[in-house]
């Protein structure tokens, strides 16, 4: 029964090891648990500075446990600290408040400035869209039934008579459920908007479809006005927050396109990075999206049943749209001035 | 499935900006769709609750005081099904609380941070990987007019969409893949005893030829043994190793010696492992 000499030394040696460095990894864990829960103001000066240095001294054990130590218990619970301080430390955690500030000022424009290709594909698709809707109505009445669904119609159609459709235009409609049905509206659209990002990954095929049938019901709906002679005064009843919503869902769609895109034609990149990189650009433009989807529903709301004035819809409409392009395309001269 | 086969096959490189490699483990279709019930549970209760008291404010209120409340409830479904998961996800801890409860979390594929945008994505697309052939379905349903072939087209719908993870090796859904993210596991593991610190009555040295009957996978598994404090498990290993080794073993000293032998194995091991020979198994040199 002889023992391989030295087996006790490395025993003792590695029992020290643990016992000599598992303060620091409990205080380590500790300091984890606390800024996980709250946010790191909670901690003191000296802890914050210390959570770095806490954080090396148990990559550099989990090291040598690796190299030295049999231990899988102790080795699983260093591997699983560091793991919980890499990300915490490495998850580049900015304030809400530089996020928010950020996506205003440059991540938001720069999505849509990115994206101008699918943008003006998407406007184009729009249009032709209504066109084709204008024409099929007018060919014949039957196809608005088709295009438009009843619930969306609100009593709207080719055989009403002028007043009926001059009364949704000027008068308070929906009356006291009013803001609920533009919660309403709002809701929709956005899913609508959703939907059409989402399945920009099928080859972008649903995006473009999605985009067509929106620019139809746009056609068909001008037709019946059109046919009464009320044309001017539905552009409108529509401009004061269509541009807005039109605009938005037109981006949703260019979003979708990207994804559908770069997902058949990846380029230099592989097919998994380029459609990364695409999703990430489309989701910050569909955050944006979001955004005007809610100004569209506050003007719908509050603006298309009190101001009355044709005129004054005509300019806030147009006012809106102005606003939009000039953020998008014009804001970033001004970033490049101020360095 | 790989998964069950071989659990190494979901451990992927990490190698921090220190140079650790810290071999994160991909979470598996299980985990990721128990992390997910629990979320849908918590949505749907939280749904229900709210709806409850707008109906019954609705009730005590006439219709025109109920407006306001009407906007906050439709605003608040649609928070409820858009919001939750990117809002937790883009937290402090990457993670819904139904993912919190399972142990696993949305990291980057690239190792750096996790950004809204991704958080964003990667969420967006749950919409047409669940939401949208469930919520068709139930219009239908409710309007009852879901024929059998609609039925059947939804669900497949969803259930490629679901098992899709099941299908690359990186158990990526379609949100993952476009948000350039996966779902990795971080447990929260405490530190327990040093086994070999643990001192037993039976004091047995053992031979430089008995300690080399083995190596360190079978070292693991002893030690998962003695974690485990199964008492006939641990007379069969003990009776096994006591075989190979030609040591008596009395079955009421299994783990005493079990124990002892882990301890003794384990330094002799790793005094090998400290002079440049990692023993793997019982059949390395």
């Known amino acids: 029964m002889t023992l391989p000499a030295g087996t006790d030394a490395v025993r003792q040696s590695l029992a020290s090891f643990r016992q000599e460095r598992e303060a620091d990894w409990k205080a380590f864990e500790a300091l984890l648990a606390r800024v996980e829960k709250r946010a790191p103001r909670a901690l003191s000066e000296d802890e914050l500075l210390s959570l770095p240095l806490l954080y090396r001294s148990a990559l ?3 090291s040598v446990a690796r190299a030295t130590s049999l231990d899988s218990a102790l080795i699983a619970y260093l591997e699983a600290l560091c793991l919980r301080g890499y990300f915490y430390l490495y998850g580049a955690r900015r304030s809400l408040r530089t996020r928010v500030g950020d996506f205003f000022l440059r991540d938001w424009p720069a999505a849509i400035r990115d994206l101008w290709r699918e943008v003006w594909v998407s406007v184009g698709l729009t249009v032709v869209g209504a066109i084709a809707g204008y024409w099929l109505v007018a060919s014949d009445k039957h196809w608005y039934d088709a295009i438009i669904a009843p619930s969306l119609a609100g009593g709207r159609n080719p055989d009403s008579s002028a007043e009926t459709l001059r009364s949704v235009l000027y008068g308070d409609g929906g009356g006291h459920f009013l803001s609920g049905f533009a919660a309403y509206l709002f809701t929709h659209n956005t899913q609508v908007s959703i939907l059409a990002f989402a399945l920009g990954f099928a080859f972008a095929v649903p995006s473009v479809l999605i985009i067509l049938m929106n620019g139809c019901m746009l056609g068909a709906i001008f037709q019946i006005y059109a046919a009464k002679g009320l044309g001017f005064e539905l552009g409108g009843w529509l401009s004061i927050h269509g541009t807005t919503e039109l605009f938005a869902i037109a981006i949703a769609g260019a979003a979708g396109m990207r994804i559908g895109t770069s997902i058949a034609f990846p380029g230099e990149l592989t097919r998994m990075a380029a459609a990364a990189q695409a999703g990430r650009v489309a989701a910050t433009a569909m955050v944006g999206v979001a955004v005007m989807l809610l100004f569209a529903g506050l003007l719908e709301g509050i603006g298309r049943q009190t101001i009355t004035g044709d005129v004054a819809r005509y300019s806030i409409g147009g006012g809106m749209l102005t606003l939009w392009i000039c953020y998008f395309y014009l804001f970033r001269m001004v970033r490049h001035g101020n360095g | 499935m790989a998964t069950a086969r071989n659990p190494a096959a979901l451990v992927r490189p990490l190698v921090t900006p220190e140079g650790v490699d810290l071999r994160v ?10 992390g997910f019930l629990l979320d849908v549970v918590i949505i749907i209760v939280a749904a229900v609750v709210v709806s409850l008291v707008a109906i019954f404010g609705l009730g005590g209120l006439g219709v025109q005081e109920a407006e306001p409340l009407f906007i906050v409830w439709i605003i608040f479904i649609f928070l409820l099904r858009n919001v939750y998961f990117i809002a937790f996800e883009a937290g402090r801890r990457a993670a819904t609380p139904g993912k919190r409860m399972v142990g696993i979390l949305v990291a980057s594929r690239s190792g750096a941070g996790l950004t809204l945008d991704q958080v964003i994505a990667r969420n967006l697309m749950r919409e047409i990987e669940v939401f949208l052939p469930l919520s068709i379905l139930a219009a239908r349903g409710g309007a009852g007019v879901a024929d059998t072939l609609s039925t059947i087209f939804g669900l497949v719908w969803a259930l490629l969409f679901s098992v899709f993870p099941l299908f ?4 990526l859904r379609i949100g993952d893949l476009l948000a350039g993210t996966w779902v990795v596991e971080a447990p929260k593991v405490a530190l327990v005893e040093d086994l070999s610190l643990r001192k037993d009555r039976v004091a047995a040295r053992f031979s430089a030829a008995q300690l080399d009957a083995y190596g360190i996978a079978e070292l693991h598994k002893l030690e998962e043994v003695l974690r485990r404090d199964d008492y006939f498990a641990m007379k069969a290993v003990a009776e096994t190793i006591g075989r190979k080794i030609g040591a008596k073993v009395e079955p009421v000293d299994s ?13 002799h091991l ?5 002079l440049g020979n990692r023993k793997a198994d019982k059949y390395a040199r």
């Open chain 2, 25 to 34: 483990k991909l979470a598996d279709a299980g985990t990721r769709a128990s």
């Open chain 2, 255 to 267: 783990k005493a010696f079990l124990t002892a032998y882990y301890g003794e194995l384990r330094a």
């Open chain 1, 60 to 62: 550099s054990s989990l």
């Open chain 2, 270 to 274: 790793e005094r090998k492992l400290l």
């Open chain 2, 168 to 171: 690359n090796r990186d158990r």
